[in-house]
């Protein structure tokens, strides 16, 4: 059979997690999707009314399909630790087992198993603040929703991971493979990416390190994280700055044009296929170069 993979962050047709979608689903994935709980209905809604239809046409001119939508919020790993108040929230009170212990469950009595994770989200409610002006609380949120919902989520789903090898020409290739989406500003300063976010991908990034080792060892999983350059995605416009990144990587970056979400899609495929075989651990740079100029010129 082909691949299965499960991507947690998608709620519409602009961001990157739908672009990454498109790529594994043009190269033969089966997709099942996990989208945050408050957008659920409104995803789904437009899904069935085929207002991502151009946006689903694959290069071999069909469309992608999603098998599955599940609801998800990946800032609680289980039903105990879901708070009185969204509970009952009427957002959330339409949809059940969208804790990430319990996504993971459904996925197992749906499907058995996956091939590959991706990790397509982030959130940190005081990001238009400076780190200085960062509350407790702020810094928390960003960190628990940006950085340990990916711990969580690989935990939950090691278990139901492809752990074998496949046999290509005469290479010993790993199935699983799991991937995140981070960005620069977790190791150069970006102001304006605020709000803990800056700590929240440099943690993603050691993570990705050490998850690399842990998943390898016991699971033969490979872990690995695209530090994308700049997308107008619904929460990059959030942020406030994108247009502006978006016009100085034009300006500045080695590779003069605007980043397309597919050439992040491709990474993911091509980092979840056998071709990438021996890459885990790594942050992998999809930004047209920027990462490496040391000065605008
Ligand atoms: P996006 O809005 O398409 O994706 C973010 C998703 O996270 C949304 O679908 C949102 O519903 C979901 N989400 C938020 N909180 C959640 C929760 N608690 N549980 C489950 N889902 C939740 O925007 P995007 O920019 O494509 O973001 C995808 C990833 O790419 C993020 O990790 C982001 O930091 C990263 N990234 C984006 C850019 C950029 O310029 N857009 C650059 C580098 C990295």
Redo the contacts with the bound molecule.
């Keep these: 059979r082909g691949k299965r993979a499960f991507i ?5 047709d ?4 739908w672009a990454i979608a498109k790529s594994l689903a043009a190269a033969g994935a089966e997709i099942l999707v ?3 709980v408050p ?1 659920l209905n409104i995803f789904e809604t437009s899904l069935r009314r085929g207002k991502f239809d151009e946006s689903r046409v694959l290069p071999d001119g069909s469309l992608m399909e999603i098998t599955k939508v599940y609801p ?4 609680f790993d289980s039903l105990e630790d879901v708070p009185e108040d969204i509970k009952t929230n009427k957002r959330y009170a339409g949809s059940s087992k969208w804790t990430v212990s319990e996504v993971a469950e459904s996925v197992k009595e749906d499907f058995g198993s996956i091939d590959i994770l991706v990790h ?4 940190g409610p005081e990001v238009t603040k400076h780190l200085l002006e960062t509350s407790r609380k702020g810094y928390l949120a960003a960190i628990s ?2 950085s340990y ?1 990916y711990v969580s989520l690989l935990k939950h789903f090691l278990p139901i991971m492809n752990s074998g090898m496949y046999l290509v020409s005469h290479l010993i290739a790993p199935c699983g493979s799991s991937i ?4 620069i500003a977790s190791e150069r300063i970006i102001p304006g990416y605020g709000g803990g976010m800056s700590s929240a991908k440099a943690a993603l990034e050691s993570d990705t390190r050490v998850l690399a080792f842990e998943a390898g060892r016991k699971q033969k999983v490979r872990v690995n994280t695209i530090s ?4 107008r ?4 416009k959030a942020i406030g700055f ?1 247009d502006m990144m978006i016009d100085y990587s034009i300006a500045n970056a080695p590779l003069q044009k605007e980043l397309s979400a597919d050439e992040v899609g491709n990474t993911a495929a091509f980092l979840a296929s056998p071709l990438a075989s021996a890459i885990t651990g790594a942050v992998i740079y999809v930004d047209n170069g920027l990462n490496a100029m040391g000065v605008g010129v």
């Design positions: 947690a962050g998608i709620a519409d602009n961001g990157y997690g996990g989208t945050w957008a998800l919020d990946a800032v397509s989200l982030a959130n929703a940006s919902s995140s989406l981070t960005y994308a350059g700049p997308l995605s619904r929460a990059a994108i």
